[in-house]
């Protein structure tokens, strides 16, 4: 593999897109709410984007995606297609937002819940980020990838959830996806050594049900083979000498700004 160390200036350029991608995500959790299309929340996102950030969204005409972000509801696990089918109160949808400023790239996802959620969507949703913080909290200089997946697949088997294995979290900078592949899952000792500079993306994918999925004929949406909800958590982030500084950290995770630096 051939990850890239960036340089100072390009860090500088990565937080800015990061903070970017964090804003979008701030934005549009007021209008998730019953009634509204996730083709509405696309519109949102691509005007905020272009208008208000003059930031390029990253996913429209990506390898041919047609939309400006992704929003994947209950059991699609990820690159679900915004579409004129209106959200209803219990859904839960994961939108995943990567914003190109000055030529780099921030990326991140979040779940939002419609309304009430189930039991089961509230605790998948929980345990789900938790294997994010977890993942986040081990990243320093020194550290193999293998250790990283490894507390996330032990995490989510640990309350009877299953990692889906198909896709992971990469590199990031100049180009959307670079080396390294972040698996989600691991043995502890293997994989790459994390070097400081290396700025990648943490997403894990956990399924309330089995590991396996299907693609749609669309060409872009997965969804959970068995049907089962899907839950979905990503940062984009630098690896420091000592930890990692998350590019991609929201207004609302001020309490996890302090837990990760523990």
């Excluded at 964090?22 to 007021?30: D, Q």
């Excluded at 429209?60 to 400006?68: D, E, R, T």
Aim: net charge negative.
């Amino acid at each position: 593999m051939t990850a890239t160390i960036k340089t100072a200036a390009e860090i500088e350029k990565m937080r800015i897109a990061g903070r970017l991608a964090a804003e979008v995500l701030e934005m549009i959790g007021p209008h998730v709410r019953a009634g509204v299309t996730t083709d509405t929340l696309n519109t949102l996102c691509h005007d905020y984007i272009v208008n208000e950030q003059q930031a390029v969204p990253a996913p429209l005409n990506y390898h041919g995606f047609p939309k400006s972000i992704c929003t994947s509801v209950n059991q699609v696990i990820c690159h679900g297609i915004p579409n004129d089918k209106a959200l209803k109160d219990g859904d839960i949808v994961n939108i995943d937002i990567t914003v190109i400023k000055d030529g780099y790239h921030g990326d991140t996802s979040k779940m939002f819940v419609v309304g009430k959620p189930s039991i089961m969507a509230d605790r998948l949703i929980r345990v789900t980020q938790e294997c994010l913080y977890l993942a986040l909290k081990l990243v320093k200089n020194g550290v193999r990838l293998g250790d990283i997946g490894h507390a996330i697949q032990q995490h989510a088997e640990k309350h009877s959830y299953s990692v889906v294995r198909e896709y992971c979290g990469h590199g990031i900078g100049a180009v959307f996806h670079e080396d390294p592949q972040v698996l989600h899952y691991g043995k502890p000792g293997t994989g790459e050594v994390l070097k400081t500079g290396m700025c990648l993306t943490i997403e894990p994918m956990i399924n309330a049900g089995g590991r396996h999925s299907k693609m749609l004929k669309d060409g872009w949406t997965v969804v959970t083979k068995d049907r089962s909800l899907s839950a979905q958590f990503e940062h984009t982030l630098l690896v420091t000498d000592d930890g990692c500084e998350i590019l991609t950290l929201r207004s609302d995770e001020t309490l996890e700004r302090h837990l990760i630096a523990e």
